[in-house]
T-cell receptor, first 112, second 111 residues
Framework: DGGITQSPKYLFRKEGQNVTLSCEQN?????MYWYRQDPGQGLRLIYY???????QKGDIAEGYSVSREKKESFPLTVTSAQKNPTAFYLC???????????FGDGTRLSIL | DQQVKQNSPSLSVQEGRISILNCDYT??????FLWYKKYPAEGPTFLIS?????DKNEDGRFTVFLNKSAKHLSLHIVPSQPGDSAVYFC??????????FGTGTSLTVIP
C-alpha cells in the first residue's frame, strides 16, 4: 500500500538535544512538507521541498533543519535552537498541480 | 498573518441535518482549495477540493462552494452522520505548491 510513514509516533527530547523525525513516502511524489500543529492552531509550514536536493523555508523554519537526499525521504531535525519544540509534527507529500497533499500520522514531540 | 481563517472553532449538529463549515481567505492568488478531516493523533485525510475556476464541487454527501468575490469557502455535509464528527481544516494552495491551512473547526454530530 502506498503512503507516508512517520516515525516514531511519540518522541521525547531532553533540553539542549537535537532530535530527528523521520518521514518516508512510497507514493513517488516530488513535493514533501513538514508542518507543526499546536493546540487550537492550524498547521504551520516549517519546510517544504519540491524536488530532491532542494528545499525552502516555510513560515516557522527557525530552529529546524531538513535534508532531501532521496525522493522518498524528508527528515526533519529539531535543533536545540528551537525554543518551544513540544508539538505535533506532520509530514505530507504531493504530486503537484491541483492534487491534494497526503499526510502521515504524525509524531508527537515532548520535552523532558 | 493568517491567510486562511476558520472563525468557528466548533459546531454541533443533529444527525441527519446539514453541517455547514466556513472558511475565509485573504490572498486572491490562491488557485486551489481543499477540505481535510482530522481525528486526534492522526494526520489529516483529504475530503474534497475545488479549483479557483469553479464555484461548486460535489462528492456524495459533501459539497464545497467557492465565492471568489467574497473570498469565502464553505463545506456542506448533508445528511450529517455521527461518523462525521472530527476536526475539519480548510486549506488553500499558491502556485508553487505552498499550502496554507485554517485553524480548524471541530464538528460534533449528535445522534
Amino acid at each position: 500500500d502506498g503512503g507516508i510513514t512517520q516515525s516514531p509516533k511519540y518522541l521525547f527530547r531532553k533540553e539542549g538535544q537535537n532530535v530527528t523525525l523521520s518521514c518516508e513516502q512510497n507514493l513517488n511524489h516530488d513535493a514533501m512538507y513538514w508542518y507543526r500543529q499546536d493546540p487550537g492552531q492550524g498547521l504551520r509550514l516549517i519546510y517544504y521541498s519540491q524536488i530532491v536536493n532542494d528545499f525552502q523555508k516555510g513560515d516557522i523554519a527557525e530552529g529546524y533543519s531538513v535534508s532531501r537526499e532521496k525522493k522518498e525521504s524528508f527528515p526533519l531535525t529539531v535543533t536545540s535552537a528551537q525554543k518551544n519544540p513540544t508539538a505535533f509534527y506532520l509530514c505530507a507529500s504531493s504530486i503537484g498541480g491541483h492534487q491534494p497533499q497526503h499526510f502521515g500520522d504524525g509524531t508527537r514531540l515532548s520535552i523532558l | 498573518d493568517q491567510q486562511v481563517k476558520q472563525n468557528s472553532p466548533s459546531l454541533s449538529v443533529q444527525e441527519g441535518r446539514i453541517s455547514i463549515l466556513n472558511c475565509d481567505y485573504t490572498n486572491s492568488m490562491f488557485d486551489y482549495f481543499l477540505w481535510y478531516k482530522k481525528y486526534p493523533a492522526e494526520g489529516p485525510t483529504f475530503l474534497i477540493s475545488i479549483s479557483s475556476i469553479k464555484d461548486k464541487n460535489e462528492d456524495g454527501r459533501f459539497t464545497v462552494f467557492l465565492n471568489k468575490s467574497a473570498k469565502h469557502l464553505s463545506l456542506h455535509i448533508v445528511p450529517s452522520q455521527p461518523g462525521d464528527s472530527a476536526v475539519y481544516f480548510c486549506a488553500a494552495r499558491l502556485t508553487g505548491n505552498q499550502f496554507y491551512f485554517g485553524t480548524g473547526t471541530s464538528l460534533t454530530v449528535i445522534p
